[in-house]
């Protein structure tokens, strides 16, 4: 079992930036990989990055690419999103996640876990 607890969401303006947190409980977060999601209102959730087991690999969605960096402490069982340059379009909340895998993955489907997400809001 893996419990997820994202911190680190708030209110900014655009251009400012925000680091996420999520804190893993759970003797099996270094053999996870992590994701992480969001959803704003009346939208689907979506794909944001992923890093696999180690961190040495990462993924990002098209939207955030160069401006959001996934990144992961195993030694502090945590895992990190920072975001720069945000736009009004980059709020929702972010959900953490965490699969019973080595390997790094875009889809919600391969997730075993996830947290409750905390809410990032960008003002124009």
């Known amino acids: 079992q893996v419990q997820l607890e994202e911190s680190g969401g708030g209110l900014v303006q655009a251009g400012g930036s925000l680091r996420l947190s999520c804190a893993a409980s759970?003797?099996?977060?270094?053999?996870?990989?992590m994701g992480w999601f969001r959803q704003a209102p009346g939208k689907e959730r979506e794909f944001v990055a992923a890093t696999n087991w180690s961190g040495s690999s990462t993924y990002y969605a098209d939207s955030v690419k160069g401006r959001f960096t996934i990144s992961r402490d195993n030694a502090k069982n945590t895992v990190y999103l920072q975001m720069n340059n945000l736009i009004p379009e980059d709020t929702a909340v972010y959900y953490c996640?965490?699969?019973?895998?080595?390997?790094?993955?875009?889809?919600?489907?391969?997730?075993?876990?996830w947290g409750q997400g905390t809410q990032v809001t960008v003002s124009p």
């Open positions: 996640a965490a699969r019973q895998g080595y390997g790094l993955g875009a889809q919600s489907a391969m997730y075993d876990y």
């Open positions: 759970g003797r099996t977060f270094s053999r996870n990989a």
